[in-house]
Antibody, heavy 121, light 109 residues
């Protein structure tokens, strides 16, 4: 079965660092871009960025450029989303999703279950 | 890079049709034929319902249809069913990245 499995919920303090993961199963991981989508509590979806596991090429939304780092380890079929210094405003559900082959940036056909990140002092 | 504009909510009775609009600009919706739609039930991950303006992935009921005119894309649900009650988001390519819409809550009366 094709699926993306994300790491578990995190509770962190402001200023701490964090790296969450997304593992792909059931397909050739290096063939499809992986994207990250933020959903703040009670709010809508926000497109953060995408990475191509084959060569680690990345594209970011201007709103998230420099705020987070997306990376990948193709040897373990794992994509990562990383913060160096968390803020309370980073509290949100974060989804990883697989971009359909040939899609330009908007067609995500497989989604992870989400990772809830809570940042609170 | 503001979110695409969607109505906050729409509603209809079972069997009726509802249409959700998604308004962008000439830099996103109006410039590219790449608009997708997602359905999200509470506490669940989004689900792809429409891609490339009007294409339905396998398994999506044909009561869901998409269209685009100028800077505005639309999702129509014909023959509304109780299970269609959810949040719906449009998403448009905007040149090297994409933008989601603000989201619309569909209520089945």
């Amino acid at each position: 079965e094709v699926q993306l499995v994300q790491s578990g919920a995190e509770v962190k303090k402001p200023g701490e660092s964090l790296k969450i993961s997304c593992i792909g199963y059931g397909y050739t991981f290096t063939n499809n871009w992986i994207g990250w989508v933020r959903q703040m509590p009670g709010n809508g979806l926000e497109w953060m960025g995408i990475i191509f596991p084959g060569d680690s090429e990345t594209r970011h939304s201007p709103s998230f450029q420099g705020q987070v780092t997306v990376s990948v380890d193709k040897s373990t079929n794992t994509a990562y989303l990383q913060w160096n210094s968390l803020k309370a405003s980073d509290t949100a559900m974060y989804y990883c999703a697989r971009l359909v082959s040939g899609s330009w940036a908007d067609v995500f056909d497989i989604w992870g279950q989400g990772t809830m990140v809570t940042v609170s002092s | 890079q503001s979110a695409l504009t969607q109505p906050r909510s729409v509603s209809g009775s079972p069997g009726q049709s509802v249409t959700i609009s998604c308004t962008g600009t000439s830099s996103d919706v109006g410039n590219y034929g790449y608009v997708s739609w997602y359905q999200q039930h509470p506490g669940k991950a989004p689900k792809l319902m429409i891609s490339e303006v009007y294409k339905r992935p396998s398994g999506v009921p044909d009561r869901f249809s998409g269209s685009k005119f100028g800077n505005t894309a639309s999702l129509t649900i014909s023959g509304l069913q109780p299970e269609d009650e959810a949040d719906y988001y449009c998403c448009s390519y905007a040149g090297f990245y994409a933008l989601f819409g603000s989201g619309t809550k569909v209520t089945v009366l």
